[in-house]
């Protein structure tokens, strides 16, 4: 049978693209070496490895901000070398969202305006940036904090907040440095859920973690070893 030309399955668009990236420190220690894998929309990949491998640094050129010292690092077809601070900048803002293990929350402002920052930069009204963070804190269940300040909310709530947060601008790309570190396990488990449904809009995932049960929950896993990408799965 012939299937139309636009209901054939498409694989999944490629969002971050790694070609053999060095990374370098004046040290002349080499933290990555050669590194290359590419990251698509709507997966999810873990990144694992013991202690002082180099996976912060991978998160960090991955998300515009950090450099590496060679290769090629293109983020939706767009090559990264050759851009100006600024435009690096404004691609990070548009098409990046990260989510720390520490939460990162901006402490003098409520739950809802936290949620709203990243929307800032779009020019939208100051309605309608609350409006699109009030619907994002109710994906992450939390419509009854919304003016709540950082320091009342408890560590689930606060990293729920960041995921909101995360998420709001529809990015294309979630970078998540041991985003359940600091949480018991049924609230890391709510906070993968969330982290985990951007699949759903699109997002390619990216979870760096120490945690097994974390890391099996996500399509692919890479393994770093003293600066070299291995993949597991
Ligand atoms: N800005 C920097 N300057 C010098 N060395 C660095 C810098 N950032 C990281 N490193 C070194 O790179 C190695 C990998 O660090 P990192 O990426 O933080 O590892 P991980 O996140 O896997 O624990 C470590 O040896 C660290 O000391
Ligand atoms: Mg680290």
């Known amino acids: 049978m012939q299937v139309p030309v636009e209901s054939q399955p ?7 693209s790694l070609d053999r990236i060095c990374r370098s420190f004046a040290s002349d220690q080499r933290v990555l070496s050669d590194v290359s894998f590419d990251l698509r929309s709507g997966e999810s990949t873990a990144i694992v490895g013991p202690s ?22 293109a983020v939706n077809g767009l090559h990264t070398a ?27 402002l409520t739950a809802v305006e936290n949620v709203a920052e990243p929307l800032r930069i779009s020019g939208r009204s100051w309605q309608d940036r609350r409006e699109r963070a009030a619907a994002e804190l109710s994906r992450v269940g ?3 904090r919304a003016w709540a300040r950082p320091n009342v909310l408890s560590g689930g709530e606060q990293q729920r907040v960041a995921v909101a947060r995360a998420l709001v601008a529809a990015p294309d790309l979630l970078l998540c440095d041991e985003p359940t570190g600091n949480l018991d396990s049924r609230n890391a488990s709510r906070v993968l859920d969330l982290i985990l449904g951007a699949r759903t ?19 692919a896993e890479l393994v770093v070893t003293d600066g070299r990408v291995e993949r597991r799965r």
């Open 82 to 108: 050759g851009l100006r601070d600024r435009e690096r900048t404004r691609l990070r803002r548009e098409r990046i969202a990260f989510v720390f293990q520490a939460f990162h929350l901006v402490p003098h």
């Open 201 to 219: 809009r699109g997002c390619a995932v990216v979870v760096v973690t120490h945690d097994p049960s974390v890391a099996e929950r996500c399509g």
């Open 10 to 16: 498409t694989s999944p668009r490629i969002v971050a």
């Open 142 to 144: 939390l419509p009854h």
């Open 52 to 73: 002082g491998s180099g996976k912060s640094t991978l998160l960090g050129i991955l998300g515009l901000l950090d450099e590496p010292t060679s290769g090629d690092y």
